[in-house]
């Protein structure tokens, strides 16, 4: 054998020793991998539940808004906007804002006033104005005339919505200051200023000489514009008020 032949089978031989180390740590990495591990037993941890903190309510309120059984917030209710009616009148206005609630007769209202009163004497054709039990003013008046179709009955009761000013219909008077009162059988009975007819900017009034002296309206209860002026600004709403009997005959319609 020559040296370059020895030198080359030691160099076999080497080479094909690292093969079999490799080999072999390969094999015995393996085997470790696969093998179990010999571990203690644990506890499992407990679940936790998570909580969840409401959120505080702000400054000034009194309840949380998020936590259940908190007050419900209200829903607003809605309302219902009431209709302009037209109402037939004693003396007959061509329309008024809305429809005055029918007052019985000779039935006292509830929640009226109580340091007010107001008194219609219609044998004196005067109505009189009472604060604290002391009169205040008088004022003539001229109630319904006295035939079946136009009188004023007795009432009591309280003074009810100001209607304003407005004309009468089917007779071209007018007037300018109108109190509701209760309904009558052939329309509605009125605290009223004396009706006019307008000529120009000229008012004729009718009848103003009837006022304190005798009946002439077609039931209402008519009062000067002078007075019925003091008597807005002293607003006679919901104060109670009475009309008394006219003592004197009451006749058939002509």
Known sequence: MTRWQAVSAAASLGLTALVIVALAMMMWQSAA???????????????????????????GTRFPTNVPHSPPTPTPTP???????????????ISTPA??????ITVEPVGVESNRFILVNQDEQ?????ENGREVRKIPVSTGRPVTNAFTPPWRGAVGEDW???AFRGSGLYSDFMWFLFPGPE????????????????KQYD??????????????????PEDAAWFK??????????????????QSPQ
């Open 99 to 104: 429809p005055p609630p029918a007052v019985g």
């Open 33 to 59: 991998v696969s093998s179990p591990r010999n571990l203690s037993p644990t506890t499992q941890p407990p679940t936790v539940t998570a909580t969840v903190s409401p959120k505080v309510a702000a400054m």
């Open 164 to 166: 304003g000013s407005g």
């Open 79 to 93: 309302t219902v906007a009431a209709t302009a009616t037209p109402v037939i009148l004693q003396d007959t206005l």
């Open 207 to 224: 009848r103003l000489d009837a006022l304190g002296v005798e009946p002439t309206s077609k039931g209402c209860v008519r009062i000067s």
């Open 187 to 202: 329309g509605s009975i009125l605290i009223h200023s004396v009706p006019y007819t307008k000529n120009g900017a000229e």
């Open 126 to 130: 005067m109505m009189h104005i009472f």
């Open 233 to 250: 600004q002293w607003n006679p709403v919901g104060v109670p008020i009475e009309i008394t009997r006219w003592s004197g005959k009451i």
